[in-house]
């Protein structure tokens, strides 16, 4: 059983901060790549920012100088710092992970964490 757990969601006024964290439980080892989606009504889940194995990272155009992540491999933990939001950033973020379950490749996702930046 896995299963990833997302927190730090919330409502900020625009120009504010926000910090996201993700951590994953249960048997999954090997975690190759974390990332972070985010899906508003009636659009399709976009990337937001991904972290491999080794420290590297990619992210979004929209968020570039934005948002930075990070993870704690250790703990099974990605986070998504999120500084100078705008209202465009309003969308349930997600956590997304790859890692091996029981000798086997598995993609696991989170259940969403609310982020409503206000004008």
């Known amino acids: 059983q896995v299963q990833l757990v997302e927190s730090g969601g919330g409502l900020v006024q625009a120009g504010g901060s926000l910090r996201l964290s993700c951590a994953a439980s249960?048997?999954?080892?090997?975690?190759?790549?974390m990332g972070w989606y985010r899906q508003v009504p009636g659009k399709q889940r976009e990337l937001v920012a991904v972290?491999?194995?080794?420290?590297?990272?990619a992210y979004a155009d929209f968020v570039k100088g934005r948002f930075t992540i990070s993870r704690d491999s250790a703990k099974k933990t990605v986070y998504l710092q999120m500084n100078n939001l705008k209202p465009e950033d309003t969308a349930v973020y997600y956590c997304?992970?790859?890692?091996?379950?029981?000798?086997?490749?598995?993609?696991?996702w989170g259940q969403g964490t609310q982020v409503t930046v206000s004008s």
């Open positions: 972290i491999n194995s080794g420290g590297t990272t």
């Open positions: 249960g048997s999954i080892f090997s975690i190759s790549g």
């Open positions: 997304n992970a790859d890692g091996m379950v029981l000798g086997r490749y598995g993609n696991f």
